[in-house]
């Protein structure tokens, strides 16, 4: 059966366009991961979107504030390395009555396609050193990994383009990202 997506802008910020996929139709990747995480890891989900708005109103998609989870293509993740970069994630440690910074281990998965435009995927909580040994994340990760892959190709064939100085893309309005 063969696949199809659909690129979808979700919001634009002063630095950045963040845009998403509708695979087969279906809710877009980032909108599930946002119902879901939201709801059930909030504190978590509150922080990873702590640094899209960062990245999209003050930094700039640079590479230091995404994790490099490339396997087959550019696949990279949210947040950033880095327990005390701000903003940081806090934990109440019951044993010593404190807030603490804490590592974030919930993942969304992304492609960072330059310094301006970046795609949400989707993702988890990673439980293991290795997204490919963690069943929460392994799919995500697959997936963002091939999506990279199909969205760096359309790049090159022109199917995607960039406009106003690679600060946006342009895709025809019939145009779909195909994948068995």
Not at 13 to 19: A, L, N, Q
Not at 28 to 52: A, G, M, Y
Not at 56 to 78: I, M, S, V
Not at 85 to 104: D, S
Request: aromatic share 12%; hydrophobic share 35%.
């Amino acid at each position: 059966m063969n696949n199809f997506a659909e690129i979808i802008e979700v919001q634009r910020f002063r630095k950045v366009i963040f845009y998403t996929l509708s695979i087969n139709g279906g809710d877009p990747l980032f909108i599930q991961f946002r119902d879901t995480h939201n709801v059930k890891n909030k504190e978590k989900f509150s922080h990873i979107f702590s640094w899209i708005k960062l990245i999209g109103n003050k930094y700039g998609a640079d590479t230091q504030y995404f994790r490099n989870e490339a396997k087959t293509a550019d696949a990279g993740a949210l947040p950033p390395k880095g327990v005390d970069r701000e903003p940081g994630y806090v934990e109440y440690n019951e044993e010593a009555e404190t807030y603490e910074n804490k590592p974030n281990n919930l993942r969304l998965y992304c492609l960072r396609a330059n310094r301006s435009v970046v795609f949400l995927f989707n993702g988890d909580i990673k439980l293991a050193d290795k997204a490919k040994d963690c069943d929460n994340v392994r799919g995500h990760f697959k997936l963002a990994n091939k999506l990279s892959e199909l969205i760096n190709n359309a790049f090159r064939e022109k199917n995607i383009r960039w406009i106003n100085d690679d600060a946006e893309i342009e895709v025809d309005d019939d145009f779909l990202l195909e994948w068995e």
